[in-house]
């Protein structure tokens, strides 16, 4: 007997808004088998207007409303069962965020929680990632997003450490990251990586996912330091244009790109690790996951 449900998982951070729909396969004594079916990213930017000015613009709120009712309409005509909205770092600090939660509510009729960066680390935990590490060595997770990078230290299998960081590509870009925030940050990592000989990083986001592409690397190949130190300079001897129009790079990954390498290559500068893995997983993949295993509250359709 095969049945299939389909599920769907709204990610809205600083730089980016997602919906993925994924069908869950499930099988009489089988381990269900979760397919990605589609996949939208709209660069809004939200972590523009709030780590800045405080509140989500007008022009904001109106794209945000235009695409949270696409993404409604997109769920329907895919027959999605399920779903659930989660919105991060950019969203939790805005002053209006509330408000943006209310208006969607009322005229999308998609309901948003806004997660903090514990809670959003926990929902990334739930994706496969067991399956891309050996239970014998130890690593860093580094997830950077566009407000926030959340960062843990998993031994044997187990995390062991976790912290949520105010660095990301959006703030990094506009020049609002403390150095206060930045010794924080390596204070923490060299003192939960210290007791361990030898480390490898995990890397997520859109960034980390963009590079291992373009390195032409086979999935489950690591990418190594001085792979990333490369790229890393070289992508800053081309301008913002050059980088679209020579590096073939959206528009809206062409300049968060640096920042974000930026973030993976200092956490293997402190850390002490040589490679970083790059399994494509993300919040998205984790919402979906959570929602199958009943541990996060979501939205029949």
Known sequence: MLTIKKYAAIDIGSNAVRLLISNIIEQEGQ??????????????????DVFINGNISEENTHRMLDTMTAFNLLMKSHKVIAYKACATSAMR?????????????????????????????????ATDLHSYIKEDKTYL?????GGSTEFSVIHLGETVASKSFKIGTVRLLN??????????????????????DK???????????????????????PLTYFYLTTYYNKLQTYSYEERITEL????????????????????MKWSGAKDIYVPKIGLSDG???SIYHNTVSSVTV
């Open 175 to 196: 020049d609002i990251v403390k150095k206060e925030t930045w010794m924080e940050l390596e204070d923490w990592v060299k003192h939960n990586t210290m007791a361990y």
């Open 199 to 221: 480390l490898d990083l995990i890397g997520s986001g859109g960034n980390i996912n963009k590079i291992f592409k373009i390195s032409g690397k086979s999935l489950g190949k």
């Open 287 to 289: 919402i979906i996951k």
């Open 31 to 48: 381990a269900p088998k979760f397919k990605k079916s589609s996949l939208v990213r709209v660069p809004i930017r939200l972590g523009s």
């Open 248 to 267: 073939e790079l959206n528009q809206d990954r062409a300049d968060v790109i640096i920042p974000a390498t930026r973030i993976y290559l200092s956490a």
């Open 93 to 125: 600090e805005a002053k209006n965020g509330n408000d943006i939660v209310k208006l969607i509510s009322k005229k999308a009729k998609i309901d948003i929680d806004i997660i903090n960066g514990e809670e959003e680390a926990a929902i990334i935990a």
């Open 141 to 145: 997770y580094v997830d950077v997003g």
